[in-house]
Every structure is written in structure tokens, then in C-alpha cells.
């Protein structure tokens, strides 16, 4: 009996084996949890494409937006353990929901193994071209004179754009009052017309402001400058040392997909990370392309993440409904 036994694992084993190194034999699928059209899910389509490349299959982009990426998150995390449905994981489905909702329907510590970091997509400060600065330090000291009288617009609280905003505000010790808009384009009209004095923003949507000289760019918020905003000092440049804060985007899988499937499938992001019109598609949303990194890396990477946004979160003591998951 002992040796029939055998025989069965051993035959079990050599199947799993054969089936992982034949993985993948079909279409893989990356859900985006993002509308089609937006710099994420130009990322996505970039990214599917060149896997696909890499992989020998093709990747198709399923777009699945809403519940502030949980409905796509929560549907992956149920999905088959077998390689063959990723994420386009992200600072707010791994990171940032956790912290703001008291209720979710995934645990990403639990529920997933993020097998890398693509990209940060660093944030800029921009102010209008009524108030007097030229530069952070001048708005700093513009804010501390005109102290009660600033607001400042976001898209609404919880937001990275906000809680960026209130990280700044705390490192250089100025007021402003939040104004939340219901989307970017109203929050920019908000800033435009004066009615607020600073927002922290998407770089890639300030960006045409910035060019045609409505906004003024004061600083961005990543641990370097930008390509398409070389002249634009870092807020660590800026009189913040350290000061980082950055959405980031990456892949993930089912916690419980196999070793070999998560190595092969991590080994050709490392190739795609690393392929220089991949990079420069990056470049052109104003995206900061990652170096691979190991498990261990990876890992430091999202916990500094989750111990930098949780400490503004509870500072403020930030929460969120959840809703449509």
C-alpha cells in the first residue's frame, strides 16, 4: 500500500510538473481596474502587449473600473490560482484600501503575491498663476503669510492626491483648507479659476496646464525629477529631505498560484521591465519605470509604502465606506 502510495505522489508530482513547464499554453488575461483610455490602462495595454511577447501567448486586457479598484482586485482574488488572471495591481488596491476601509472583500497580504513593481507615477504640486511663487519655498512662506486663507482642491478624501497634499503640509508646516471635486477636471477648474491656491496632481494631467503656463509647477513629489519636468526640483530638494510619495502599478497574481508559474511569470516582467520602448511609453505618461525587484525588495518596497500613507491616514483618522465590491 506504502508503495502504491508512492507511486500516486510521484505520478501526481510528475503531471504538476509537466503541466507548470508547459505553462502557458493559452491567453493569459490582465485585469485593469481602471476605464479604458486613462494613463493606467494605456500601462495595462503597453504591459499585456510586451508580456505576450515574452510569455509566447497573448495577454488580453480586461477593463473592470469601480468600487476604487476593489471590484476588479476582489474578482482576481477569486479567480483560479493558475497563472492565467493578473492584476494590474497598485498602491490603492494593495496598499491604501486596506488602511481607509474598515470592510473589504480581500486581504491583499493574504489574498495575492505581487510579482513586481512596474511603475510610479509621481505626483506634482502645482499652484496658479495668481499667487506670488515661483518655487515650493515660496509657497510655503506665501501660505504661512496668508495663513487661514488658502484651500486647496483634491478628488476626494482618501484620494493619494489628497493625502499627498496633508504628507506636504505636515513636512513644511503650512495651512490650507481642503476642497474635494468630484474628478480631476473640476479640481483643475477650482485651481484655475483661483478658488483654490495648490493641488497635488497626476503630473501626467497637469502636464498640458504646466506647458501652456496656467499652472506652475513647484515641485514633484517622487524621489526624482521628472523627464517630461526636468527643470522641476523634488520636494526633497525643496526643503523636505527624504519626502516621497508616489502611486505606484504592478502585477499580481492568487496567492496560492504555484512557484514555478509565479518565477516564469515574474522572469519575463524582469525582461519586459527592461526593454527600452517599454520604458520610453512610460516615460511619455509621465511614468518613472522600476528595476526588477526580488521578494525580499518587493516586500520592503510596499511596507514602507503602507507605513508612509498610514501614518498621514491616522494622523487625520481617515475612513472610507466600501461599496459595489
Not at 486663507?149 to 476626494?156: A, K, Q
Not at 514555478?260 to 519605470?289: C, D, G, I, N, Y
Request: contains cysteine.
Amino acid at each position: 500500500m506504502k508503495q502504491l502510495l508512492g507511486a500516486i505522489a510521484l505520478s501526481l508530482a510528475c503531471t504538476a510538473g509537466l503541466a507548470h513547464a508547459d505553462y502557458p499554453d493559452r491567453p493569459l488575461k490582465l485585469v485593469v481596474p481602471y476605464t479604458p483610455g486613462g494613463s493606467a490602462d494605456i500601462l495595462g495595454r503597453a504591459l499585456a502587449a510586451e508580456l505576450g511577447k515574452e510569455v509566447g501567448q497573448q495577454v488580453v486586457v480586461e477593463n473592470k473600473p469601480g468600487a476604487n479598484t476593489m471590484i476588479a482586485a476582489s474578482a482576481v482574488a477569486r479567480a483560479p490560482a493558475d497563472g492565467y488572471t493578473l492584476l494590474l495591481g497598485s498602491s490603492a488596491s494593495m496598499v491604501l484600501n486596506p488602511l481607509l476601509y474598515k470592510k473589504m472583500s480581500y486581504v491583499p497580504q493574504k489574498d495575492y503575491r505581487v510579482l513586481a513593481v512596474v511603475a510610479e507615477a509621481p505626483l506634482v504640486v502645482v499652484s496658479n498663476d495668481k499667487v506670488a511663487a515661483q518655487n515650493l519655498k515660496d509657497f510655503t512662506a506665501y501660505a504661512k503669510a496668508n495663513a487661514g486663507r488658502l484651500n486647496y482642491s483634491s478628488v476626494g478624501l482618501g484620494n493619494p492626491l489628497q493625502l499627498a497634499t496633508e504628507m506636504l503640509k505636515g513636512e513644511l508646516q503650512f495651512e490650507a483648507t481642503h476642497v474635494p471635486y468630484n474628478g480631476s477636471a473640476p479640481a483643475l477648474a477650482a485651481l484655475l479659476a483661483n478658488d483654490t491656491q495648490l493641488m497635488v496632481d497626476v503630473a501626467a494631467t497637469s502636464l498640458p496646464h504646466i506647458r501652456a503656463g496656467k499652472l506652475r509647477a513647484l515641485a514633484v513629489t517622487g524621489s526624482e525629477r521628472l523627464k517630461s519636468l526636468p527643470e522641476v526640483p523634488t520636494v526633497a530638494e525643496s526643503g523636505a529631505p527624504g519626502f516621497h510619495a508616489a502611486t505606484w502599478f504592478g502585477v499580481a497574481v492568487p496567492a496560492a498560484t504555484p512557484a514555478p508559474v509565479a518565477q516564469r511569470l515574474q522572469a519575463a516582467l524582469a525582461k519586459v521591465m527592461a526593454v527600452p520602448a517599454f520604458r520610453s511609453q512610460l516615460e511619455a505618461q509621465s511614468l518613472l519605470a522600476q528595476p526588477p525587484r526580488g521578494e525580499a525588495e518587493l516586500d520592503k518596497y510596499i511596507e514602507r509604502d503602507r507605513a508612509s500613507w498610514g501614518k498621514v491616514i491616522r494622523a487625520h483618522n481617515i475612513t472610507l465606506e466600501a461599496s459595489g465590491t
